[in-house]
């Protein structure tokens, strides 16, 4: 007659380059990271022990240098399959109760944790794997598109993407104007910038499976001080557009254990209703609906009203805000997927919203969250 199981283990999920593994050793529920780097590693464990000062997050275990990277060892909070993530949140038709209660918990926890801790940092101060290290010489951008030319959108615009800037775009009815190579130097120029940037202490990549429910933050490597328009601007993008669309349709390893993201996918595409050149006047006609499902609308709004304008009104009473977080908000269109490696329809609609973010008459609030879809003229 065999005893009772103390020991139960899996499944195990690879993230990224990270290996996860589920343990649970009598009533302890554990979850052990490997890290191949070291460096982040490092990182994350400063960043936990940081985080942790205004955050709630997991308790950190035990960690262990290993030959090729660290294990780490966390508390493993109550997350299954379809549970215990904001995504699950909004992997619904309808935006619930529960969702807008953990909106109003996490922008105040947000709001708090800012506010006590924004400061005017030097570039050196602030965590900069994000944006800074991307735009340097040799960074992401670079990796992607230096030296590369590729076509907007092949059998669809088939302009290099390179000319785009001799072409006079009309997106949605709207004439706008997006330079490639100049798009690119402007952003490494302005992560070149030596001027403080208004940072506080925060998780750094809030994406919405970083985000637990109950509340609680998740993944580390990015936390300390982090620019916050950066913060905003990641928030924002993923919940816009990453999570509910771009990752799941290009990564779909990451929802393994969070399946009904993918029946939500086509709520939240856009759909590209025209796309034309007309070469006698150099014009590219775009017309496209941004579909974004309604709890994903509710928490960008809910995010928007009671995070991002009341520590707006603290720290840059009269800016606007479409200057400060443009530059955050291009980055992430283009240094999270390399878009030449794209499908076209996608690579056109995100160059189309690239545009957008770099207009002078970009409009965060119609842009993260319009509120309803736009109705081109055909």
């Given amino acids: 007659m065999t005893g009772p199981t103390h020991l139960r283990i899996g499944p195990l999920r690879r993230f990224t380059r990270n290996l996860l593994l589920p343990v649970d050793f009598f009533d302890q529920h554990l979850l052990v990271k490997y890290t191949r780097n070291p460096s982040e590693a ?88 994000l944006y800074w290290d991307r735009a340097a010489p040799g960074g992401r951008l670079d990796a992607y598109y230096r030296g590369r030319d590729f076509p907007v959108a092949a059998g669809i615009v088939d302009v290099p993407v390179s000319r785009l800037g001799t072409y006079v775009l009309n997106i949605n ?47 580390y490597d990015t936390a300390g001080l982090n620019s916050i328009p950066g913060e905003f601007a990641n ?52 017309d496209y609906a941004w579909r974004l499902s309604a709890p994903r609308r509710t928490a960008i709004n809910a995010y928007w009203e009671r995070l991002v304008l009341p520590v707006a009104e603290r720290l840059w009473a009269g800016t606007n ?3 400060l977080l443009r530059p955050y908000v291009a980055m992430r269109i283009l240094a999270v997927y390399n878009l030449a490696e794209l499908a076209p329809e996608d690579r056109l609609v995100l160059l189309a919203r690239l545009a957008e973010a770099m207009s002078p008459s970009f409009d965060p609030v119609a842009y993260f969250s319009p509120l309803e879809s736009p109705c081109p003229a055909l």
Avoid at 116 to 127: H, I, L, P, S
Avoid at 195 to 217: R, Y
Avoid at 246 to 254: E, F, G, I, M, W
């Fill in 173 to 219: 009815g709207q004439r706008l104007h997006l330079d490639w190579a100049a798009t690119l130097r402007r952003l490494h120029d302005h992560f070149a910038e030596p001027e403080p940037v208004w940072a506080a202490l925060t998780q750094g990549d809030p994406t919405d499976v970083n985000l637990a429910h109950p509340l609680a933050w998740l993944d």
């Fill in 235 to 286: 928030f924002l993008w993923y919940a816009s557009a990453l999570g509910g669309w771009l990752v799941p349709t290009y990564n779909p390893a990451a929802f393994a254990d969070h399946r009904a993201t993918f029946d939500h996918i086509v709520a939240n595409t856009p759909q590209l209703l025209r796309a034309t050149v007309d070469r006698t006047t150099n014009t590219v006609h775009i």
């Fill in 42 to 129: 490092r990182d994350e464990i400063r960043g936990h022990a940081r985080l942790g000062q205004h955050y709630r997050v997991p308790a950190l275990r035990a960690r262990l240098r290993v030959p090729g990277g660290y294990v780490l060892t966390y508390e493993r909070l109550p997350i299954g399959p379809d549970r215990g993530l904001l995504l699950d949140l909004l992997n619904a038709h309808e935006p619930s109760s529960e969702l807008h209660a953990y909106m109003r918990q996490l922008t105040a926890a947000y709001r708090d944790a800012i506010l006590t801790t924004a400061q005017r940092a030097d570039q050196a101060q602030v965590v900069r794997k």
């Fill in 321 to 323: 805000l479409a200057d």
